[in-house]
């Protein structure tokens, strides 16, 4: 499956391949000496991913381009990785992808490496406890510290942010708000501040398109928040704006979202227990309602391998 299972990675992947969301993050969290140095309006999202194929669906790297100011003909790269748990190796996963950047300029004839600036986001339950220096992977005596390699990856942890500190534009400030939140109770409450920095944005299609992503990542990754919860949200930010098919718009959104984390529960619990799910199977899990993809997840549990799977499958499709 080449989408990501995991919603919080999928979520950052949607909202961060809008640079005009890194734009803002960029400007606001960033070191200073560094946004001085960078010509953000040429900020280019790349396509190329450097996560290993098997860990395709659990990291979300994104890679930005983005020249100096001073015209150098060097560029930077910005690499963005987001975490929603504490991740001991994350400074060592870093290296592997800014290593295969560095490969892929040389193969296309740079003469000399460029610099990546790794960013982590992190939102989870606890303040993050890793090191952010690559030498704090390595024990040893002081004798042994020239052996080792070290760079150092910028930690945004969103949780040790106010929400007077979440700064940036209006789409950026809805996205860290909702990451910072999405594991709290209180998010109910707060989700209609949120959700109300869409209603203030005068592109009524990226509005939508956003509110869209953000209630199917809620639906999925927020158990705190019920779907009523959601819908009064939204009947909130819109009203007297005349969009009487937002409530609507609302329910279909979450539903397909409640749809997909079934879905990516069923596709978890297959590839841990039988490996690769064949692609037939993925899609025909997809074609199945909320209802059936629930006795698909017991199903998922029952069988004995693939195969029974398979057959359990076929029934409940025929019921």
């Known amino acids: 499956m080449s989408e990501l299972r995991n919603p919080h990675d999928r979520f950052f992947k949607e909202t961060f391949s809008r640079p005009e969301i890194v734009r803002d993050f960029v400007q606001n969290y960033l070191p200073a000496p560094v946004v001085e140095i960078l010509d953000l309006d040429t900020l280019e999202l790349q396509k190329d991913s450097f996560v290993d194929p098997e860990l395709q669906e ?20 910005l690499l963005l990785e987001h ?78 942010y106010s929400d007077d500190e ?10 860290l708000l909702l990451l910072k939140y ?15 920095l869409l209603g203030e944005l005068a592109d009524e299609k990226t509005a939508l398109e956003y509110l869209e992503a953000a209630l199917r990542y809620l639906s999925v990754a927020a158990e705190q928040v019920t779907a009523a919860d959601m819908v009064a949200a939204v009947e909130t930010t819109f009203h007297g704006r005349g969009d009487r098919i937002m409530p609507t718009l609302a329910e279909k959104w979450i539903e397909e979202g409640l749809e997909q984390g079934v879905e990516n529960s069923v596709l978890r619990v297959l590839g841990g227990r039988f490996g690769q799910v064949p692609v037939n199977v993925e899609a025909r899990l997809r074609a199945l309602p909320i209802e059936k993809l629930e006795l698909a997840l017991d199903e998922a549990v029952g069988a004995i391998d693939l195969p029974d799977f398979e057959r359990r499958l076929a029934t409940l499709e025929e019921a």
Do not use: C
Not at 182 to 196: G, Y
């Open 58 to 77: 659990h990291f979300s790297d994104l890679l930005y381009r983005v020249q100096q100011r001073n015209g150098e003909a060097a560029d930077v790269y």
């Open 182 to 196: 999405v594991f709290q109770p209180i998010l109910p409450d707060r989700l209609p501040d949120i959700l109300a």
């Open 166 to 175: 979440i700064r940036g534009g209006l789409l950026a400030r809805a996205t």
């Open 83 to 160: 975490k929603s748990g504490p991740d001991t190796w994350v400074a060592l996963q870093l290296l592997r992808y800014m290593i295969r950047i560095w490969e892929m300029r040389l193969r296309q004839g740079a003469k000399r490496l460029t610099p990546i600036i790794p960013v982590v986001v992190y939102h989870g339950k606890s303040a993050w406890p890793v090191s952010q220096d690559f030498t704090g992977l390595f024990p040893g005596p002081e004798a042994l510290r020239p052996y080792w390699p070290d760079f150092r990856y910028e930690l945004r942890d969103l949780g040790q």
